[in-house]
């Protein structure tokens, strides 16, 4: 199993839809989480920190399910620019590595007008 | 300005050679990481390291080495023994020990066998 695993997509979603992306993991030790976004052929930037109380920064909300494994990363009100790959990030744990950063396969995203 | 540069940013193998790729950054950051990106796939950790003279293997470290000598500096080199390395290769940095410290990363390399 890969340690990090998203929706496989991609999504295709008209202007102004909302828009989910799930992502799992496998080591229950993992301490921090992110949503990370790329155009194509350019560094991954970030989006977000996902926080166990979940946390929202304007039309993006993302949530943290530790029981579950369980990550999500919703967008309301797709706009064009929206259009990128999402990319699930996983950061590492006392038994690996506090520092050890792994990246999901990401979900590809386009809005269409 | 502080940040992290790759180069070059295209490179060229011939069968049987040994390249490096070149990182730098001067953000005074611990941790520095290279990934692979493959078309169309996420990014895969080939080594990362989290002090000066310390790197841990990713998961594809075959066929790859690195050096850490000093705190800014993290080559990798791409040796003949990685048969199938046409790929575009991302550089990272970040604040070693912090969990929600972000990753900065380089422009990429866009390597392609001869």
């Known amino acids: 199993r890969k340690e990090v695993e998203q929706d496989p997509g991609p999504f295709n979603v008209p202007e102004g839809a909302t828009v989910a992306f799930n992502c799992t993991y496998s080591?229950?030790?993992?301490?921090?989480f992110f949503w990370y976004r790329q155009d194509c052929r350019k560094e991954p930037k970030l989006l977000m920190s996902v926080y166990s109380s979940g946390n929202e920064d304007g039309r993006f909300t993302a949530q943290l399910n530790r029981a579950s494994q369980y990550i999500s990363l919703l967008i309301r009100d797709s706009k064009l620019s929206d259009s990128a790959t999402y990319l699930c990030v996983v950061k590492g744990s006392k038994e690996t590595s506090y520092d050890k950063v792994i990246f999901g396969p990401g979900t590809s995203l386009s809005v269409i007008p | 300005d502080g940040g992290i540069t790759q180069s070059p940013k295209y490179l060229f193998r011939k069968e049987g050679q040994n390249v490096t790729l070149s990182c730098e950054q001067n953000?005074?950051?611990?941790?520095m990481y290279w990934y692979r990106q493959d078309p169309g796939q996420g990014l895969r950790l080939i080594y990362y390291?989290?002090?000066?003279?310390?790197?841990q293997k990713g998961d594809i470290a075959e066929g790859y080495s690195v050096s850490r000598e000093k705190k800014e500096s993290f080559p990798l080199t791409v040796t003949s023994a990685q048969k199938n390395p046409t790929a575009f290769y991302l550089c990272?940095?970040?604040?070693?020990?912090?969990?929600?410290?972000?990753?900065?990363f380089g422009s990429g390399t866009q390597l392609s066998v001869l």
């Open positions: 990272a940095s970040s604040a070693s020990g912090h969990l929600y410290e972000k990753l900065f």
């Open positions: 953000l005074n950051h611990d941790a």
């Open positions: 080591n229950s030790a993992s301490q921090s």
């Open positions: 390291s989290q002090i000066v003279n310390d790197f």
